[in-house]
């Protein structure tokens, strides 16, 4: 069983940064991908941003140019940088990480941490 403890949400005005970072407890080796998901009221889960043990990261359109998303594999953690945040970019965010071999593309995910970016 792998945790994810999740931290950095918070409130911040329109512009702001934010960096969000996720702790997985489980052994380096076991774990490929990690990445970050949103979830807005009323709306679907999204992707924002995803990297792999081999360091190949993808981005929704909405995070290019803003978000950065960095990998330490000897630790298991990743962090988001998210700066010249948007209202719009209001969620709960999510971490998650799956397995290598699994069939799943992610296995297990974090509680959510609240980002609120006020206009």
Same mark, same amino acid.
């Given at each position: ?12 005005? &329109?512009?702001? $940064? ?5 702790? %997985? ?14 979830? &807005? ?18 981005? %929704?359109?909405? &995070? ?31 971490? %998650? &990480? ?19 970016? $006020?206009?």
């Amino acid at each position: 069983q792998v945790q994810l403890v999740e931290s950095g949400g918070g409130l911040v005005q &329109a512009g702001g $940064s934010l960096r969000l970072s996720c702790v %997985a407890s489980e052994s380096k080796w076991r774990i490929n991908r990690m990445g970050w998901f949103r979830q &807005a009221p009323g709306k679907q889960r999204e992707l924002v941003a995803s990297i792999t043990s081999g360091g190949t990261t993808k981005y %929704a359109d909405s &995070a290019k140019g803003r978000f950065t998303l960095s990998r330490d594999n000897a630790k298991d953690t990743v962090w988001l940088q998210m700066n010249s945040l948007r209202p719009e970019d209001t969620a709960v965010y999510y971490c %998650a &990480a799956g397995l290598h071999g699994s069939f799943r593309e992610y296995d297990y995910w974090g509680q959510g941490t609240q980002v609120t970016v $006020s206009s």
